[in-house]
Structures are given as C-alpha cells and as structure tokens.
C-alpha cells in the first residue's frame, strides 16, 4: 500500500510525541480511510508536505509571506500523488525558496498540523494534513521569491516564540530550540547529530 510509508512515520513520530496524540490519530485515520489522500482532488482534503527550513548553522529559519493566504509559514505545498511525502517538503522548499544545496537531514517527522483552507473561488473549502520535515539549508542563503509567496525572509528561531507568532509556527520554533538545547554543546548548530 503507497500509505505505508507515511502511516510508519507517524506511528514513529506518535511515540516520540505522545502528546500530540490526537492529531497523529486524526491524519493516520484520513489517511487509512482515503487511498487518494496525496492528491488535491481528494474531497475533504489531502496530505502535504512543508518544510522547517533551517540555516546551516541552525539558527534562523525561512519563512514565506503565502500570497494566497496572506500571512508568514514555512515553505510547502500539494503532494499531488507523491506519497514519499518527505520529498515533497524537499521539493517544496527548492521551489519556494530557489536556495541551491538544501539537504534533508533525515526521514523522520517534524511537526504535523491539520489546518482548515478556505474556499476559493470554485475551490470548495478543505483540510491540509501537513506533515513536517526539518530542511536544511547549505551555504549560499541568497533565495528567490516565487510567484507563490509575496516575500521571504530568514527569522532568528528565537524570535518565533512571539504571542503573535502563527501557532504552529511558534510549535515548531519551540520543538527546535528544545531539541538543540538537548545536545549540550552541540547547540543548535546540529540539532539532527
């Protein structure tokens, strides 16, 4: 089954985030009840991939002001039937950013958000089940604003944990700063190691 891959991902990302239960539940049971989950024409709504874009040192983050939705997000989009969804956080980050060099560090889950967009124009409203993957930039930080995005721009991570800071973006600020403090010296110049 093409879903296995990401139902494995969750189980493993459930047991290191067991707080985050109910959410991992709900994706796993859309994506179990949905075998066109990866594409855009699912109904209800569909899996996509985004990507927590770190610099190479670990400590800004890239973000995108959306055109569409007007406000400021990791990189990612639409599946758009690829069920490795860890490439197509990789893919997204490439195509929003226009960074050269951008490695996935590793194949395990970041974040994962269920989040509501609204209708647009003939565009009923519906679900993004976003599953999250730590994206690591390379040397040159020179991006290129695409035509999805208004602007772009990196953020110190510390900067993040604002009230007005998007939810799931101050989440996964959070979850950075925790996992980099839990290497010591390590810092946050080389959370994955």
Same mark, same amino acid.
């Given at each position: 089954?093409?879903?296995?891959?990401?139902?494995?991902?969750?189980?493993?990302?459930?047991?290191?985030?067991?707080?985050?239960?109910?959410?991992?539940?709900?994706?796993?049971?859309?994506?179990?009840?949905?075998?066109?989950?990866?594409?855009?024409?699912?109904?209800?709504?569909?899996?996509?991939?985004?990507?927590?874009?770190?610099?190479?040192?670990?400590?800004?983050?890239?973000?995108?002001?959306?055109?569409?939705?007007?406000?400021?997000?990791?990189?990612?989009?639409?599946?758009?039937?690829?069920?490795?969804?860890?490439?197509?956080?990789?893919?997204? *980050?490439?195509?929003?950013?226009?960074?050269?060099?951008?490695?996935?560090?590793?194949?395990?889950?970041?974040?994962?958000?269920?989040?509501?967009?609204?209708?647009?124009?003939?565009?009923?409203?519906?679900?993004?089940?976003?599953?999250?993957?730590?994206?690591? *930039?390379?040397?040159?930080?020179?991006?290129?604003?695409?035509?999805?995005?208004?602007?772009?721009?990196?953020?110190?991570?510390?900067?993040?944990?604002?009230?007005?800071?998007?939810?799931?973006?101050?989440?996964?600020?959070?979850?950075?700063?925790?996992?980099?403090?839990?290497?010591?010296?390590?810092?946050?110049?080389?959370?994955?190691?």
């Amino acid at each position: 089954m093409h879903r296995n891959h990401l139902l494995q991902l969750l189980q493993d990302y459930a047991a290191r985030h067991p707080d985050e239960q109910p959410v991992v539940a709900r994706i796993g049971d859309f994506v179990r009840a949905h075998a066109d989950c990866f594409e855009r024409s699912c109904p209800p709504g569909h899996v996509t991939g985004s990507a927590w874009l770190v610099s190479a040192d670990g400590q800004r983050v890239l973000l995108t002001h959306h055109r569409k939705l007007e406000r400021w997000l990791q990189p990612g989009g639409h599946a758009d039937g690829d069920s490795r969804i860890e490439r197509v956080a990789l893919r997204e *980050a490439e195509e929003e950013s226009g960074l050269p060099g951008l490695s996935l560090p590793e194949v395990s889950i970041f974040d994962v958000d269920v989040h509501r967009i609204p209708a647009r124009g003939p565009e009923p409203a519906h679900d993004h089940l976003d599953i999250r993957f730590v994206v690591r *930039a390379g040397a040159d930080e020179r991006y290129r604003v695409s035509e999805e995005s208004h602007d772009l721009a990196w953020v110190p991570v510390a900067e993040l944990l604002a009230e007005d800071v998007e939810p799931s973006i101050r989440r996964m600020a959070e979850k950075w700063l925790a996992r980099a403090s839990g290497n010591g010296a390590q810092g946050v110049q080389s959370p994955e190691q």
